[in-house]
C-alpha cells in the first residue's frame, strides 16, 4: 500500500534526537542499559541473539555505527542497540583482556594523572579490564589494581583471548550424576539449554524460586541438573543457595588486591565474574563455609572468607516500613525489572520480571512499592510499575511489536526480515492466534471493533488515509498517544505519535482487535 514519504532530513534529525550514546567514538565509551537488551551477532535484529543484558548492565562501548553499538558485555563482545544504551562516565565490569600498546606505561591510582604511580608496563602486557573511568580503564594485574590511559591500551573480549572457546551446540558437555550445590531461578521463563550459551536448544522454562541440582559454572552459565535434565542456566537468572542465609544483611569490605568474585563458593567448580579492588563495598547475604554470598554494585557472587572483611550491620538490617498502606495489583511496565529486599537501589537484588508480570501492592514507601508475588515479598520502583490490572494478552502484543523497532521497511514484507505497515501487525497478531487481513484497508473493514480516538488503549489499530488511499497506513497504538508501525518514510518499524501534524491530519480511525 502507498505510503506519504517523511522527508530525509527530518528522518535524520528525529533519530540523533533519541541517541544516547554518541554516533562515533574515537575511543572506548562506558554505558549502561536502559532496559532488558538483547546483545547479539551482528548489528541487526535479525542476526543470532547471544544473551539478553538485563537493565542497568554496565557494557564497554568500542565502536558505534548506523544506529549499533559494537561492546563488550561479561567478556562477550557484540553488538547491542544504540536507542537502549545510556552513556556513563563510571562503569564496572568483567570487559575483556587489556593489551599495553606503547613502552613505559604507567598504571596510576586513580583515574588521573595526578595519582601515584603503581607500575609501568612495556608493549604487549596484558591485563584484566575490570571497569571505565572517563578516558582510563580500570585493570588488574599481576595482584595489582589501578587505572591505564586509554591512550595507551587496546581492549579485546575475554572470550577472544580464551585458548578454549565455547563449544559448538553439538559438542555440549556431557551430563553429570549429581551436582553438589543447589541453585535457585530468580526470574520469569528462565531458560534452560543444553549447553552455556544461547546457541544450544532449550531444553525447558523455569518459574521464580525453582530449585536445581548445580554442578558448577563455565562461561558464566551454572551447569545443573532437575528432574533427569542435565543443562545450562544462564547466571543471571540463578543464585546458588547458601547454608545459612542471613536475616539481616551485613556491610563488608574487600580485605585484599585483585580478590575474585567466584559464581558459587568453591575455586574448583566455579568460575571468576570479576577480579574487585581492595576497600570495595560489599553486601553479605549468606555463608557457605568458607565463603561468603556477596553483592558487589549490584553484582552477585562468592567471595572467600580469608579476603573479606565484615563491617556493621548494613542500612538494610533495618528496612524501613511501608509509609502508605495499599492494596490492589500492580503491573510491571519494563521488561528485566528488578525486585529489591528494600526500598531503594542500595538493597539487593531478589528477583528480576518482565513486563506484564502482575503483583499484589501492600504499601507504598516514597516512590517503591512493597509487593508480593508467588510468596516473595519485596519492593519495586514506581518507575516501573503501574498501580492496576492489564489486559494481558493486549500488553503481550505490543511488547512483541515493539521487538522489531528497526527492522527495514520492505513492501509485502510480513517477516522479521522486513515488514510493510499491515504486514507488521499481520504477524504480530499471527503470533497470537489471531488471522486478521492482510491489506490495511481490509483490516479497517472487516478486522475487530470499531473504538473512539478519545477510548483507545495498547493493541487497538489505528488507521490513515494518503493522498491516494482513503485506507493507506495502519499501526498499532501503544499508549500515552504514541502508536508503532513500519514506516515507508523513516525505512523501518518506530514509533510515532499521534499529534505528529501528518498524522493528525489524516487520522481516520481505530478498531480493537483484544477485549
Not at 586513580?110 to 602486557?125: D, F, M
Not at 567466584?262 to 581492595?278: A, L, W
Not at 487481513?437 to 490513515?464: C, E, H, I, M, W
Not at 499521534?498 to 478498531?511: D, I, M, N, R
Request: proline share 3%; aromatic share 10%; charged share 10%.
Amino acid at each position: 500500500m502507498k505510503k506519504r514519504f517523511i522527508g530525509l532530513f527530518l528522518a535524520i534529525l528525529m533519530l540523533a534526537s533519541v541517541a544516547v550514546v554518541p554516533a562515533s567514538a574515537a575511543a572506548c565509551k562506558g554505558a549502561v542499559t536502559t532496559t532488558a537488551l538483547n546483545l547479539r551477532s551482528q548489528a541487526n535484529t535479525s542476526s543470532g541473539i547471544i544473551t539478553t543484558m538485563p537493565g542497568g548492565a554496565g557494557v564497554l562501548v568500542l565502536s558505534t555505527s548506523n544506529g549499533w553499538c559494537k561492546v563488550i558485555y561479561n567478556g562477550t563482545e557484540g553488538y547491542a542497540s544504540q536507542q537502549y544504551l545510556q552513556s556513563k562516565d563510571t562503569v564496572s565490569g568483567s570487559f575483556g583482556v587489556g593489551t599495553i600498546t606503547g613502552n613505559s606505561v604507567r598504571m596510576r591510582s586513580g583515574a588521573n594523572t595526578s595519582s601515584n604511580i603503581l607500575g609501568e608496563y612495556n608493549k604487549g602486557t596484558q591485563m584484566n579490564v575490570t571497569g571505565v573511568s572517563g578516558n582510563w580503564f580500570a585493570v588488574s594485574c599481576n595482584g595489582k589494581s589501578g587505572y591505564v590511559s586509554m591512550d595507551y591500551m587496546s581492549v579485546a573480549a575475554k572470550s577472544t583471548q580464551t585458548a578454549n572457546p565455547e563449544p559448538t551446540p553439538s559438542a555440549a558437555p556431557a551430563e553429570t550424576s549429581g551436582g553438589a550445590y543447589t541453585g535457585k531461578i530468580i526470574g520469569t521463563s528462565v531458560r534452560m539449554r543444553s549447553g552455556p550459551g544461547t546457541s544450544y536448544d532449550t531444553l525447558g522454562y523455569y518459574s521464580n524460586g525453582v530449585s536445581m541440582s548445580v554442578c558448577g559454572s563455565t562461561n558464566g552459565w551454572y551447569k545443573v541438573i532437575y528432574n533427569g535434565k542435565t543443562g545450562y542456566v544462564s547466571g543471571s537468572y540463578m543464585h546458588i543457595t547458601p547454608k545459612e542465609n542471613y536475616s539481616t544483611i551485613k556491610d563488608g569490605s574487600v580485605n585484599g588486591s585483585s580478590v575474585r568474585l567466584r559464581m558459587g563458593p568453591s575455586s574448583d567448580d566455579f568460575s571468576v565474574v570479576q577480579s574487585c579492588t581492595k576497600g570495595a563495598k560489599l553486601k553479605i547475604s549468606g555463608v557457605y563455609g568458607d565463603w561468603y554470598e556477596v553483592s558487589l554494585n549490584g553484582t552477585y557472587g562468592y567471595m572467600n572468607k580469608s579476603y573479606v572483611a565484615v563491617g556493621t550491620a548494613a542500612t538494610e538490617t533495618s528496612v524501613p516500613a511501608a509509609e502508605q498502606s495499599l492494596d490492589g495489583i500492580g503491573t510491571i511496565t519494563a521488561n528485566g525489572v528488578r525486585v529489591r529486599s528494600g526500598p531503594g537501589t542500595s538493597y539487593s537484588t531478589v528477583g528480576y520480571y518482565n513486563k506484564g508480570t502482575q503483583m499484589t501492592i501492600t504499601g507504598k514507601s516514597g516512590n517503591w512499592y512493597a509487593v508480593t508475588y508467588n510468596g516473595l515479598k519485596g519492593y519495586v520502583s514506581a518507575d516501573y510499575m503501574t498501580r492496576g490490572a492489564v489486559n494481558s494478552q493486549a500488553d503481550q502484543i505490543v511488547a512483541t511489536a515493539k521487538q522489531y523497532i528497526g527492522v527495514p521497511y520492505v513492501w509485502g514484507g510480513t517477516s522479521p526480515k522486513g515488514f510493510d505497515c499491515s504486514g507488521l501487525i499481520y504477524y504480530v497478531y499471527g503470533q497470537y492466534g489471531y488471522s486478521l487481513q492482510r491489506r490495511a484497508s481490509l483490516q479497517y473493514a472487516y478486522n475487530g471493533t470499531s473504538v473512539s480516538k478519545s477510548n483507545l488503549q495498547p493493541g487497538d489499530l489505528v488507521f490513515f488515509s494518503d493522498d491516494v488511499d482513503p485506507i493507506g497506513h495502519v499501526g498499532m497504538y501503544i499508549g500515552n498517544g504514541q502508536f508503532i508501525h513500519a514506516s515507508s518514510g523513516k525505512g523501518c518499524v518506530t514509533i510515532s505519535n499521534l499529534s505528529t501534524t501528518y498524522y493528525a491530519q489524516h487520522y481516520t480511525g481505530a478498531k480493537r482487535i483484544v477485549g
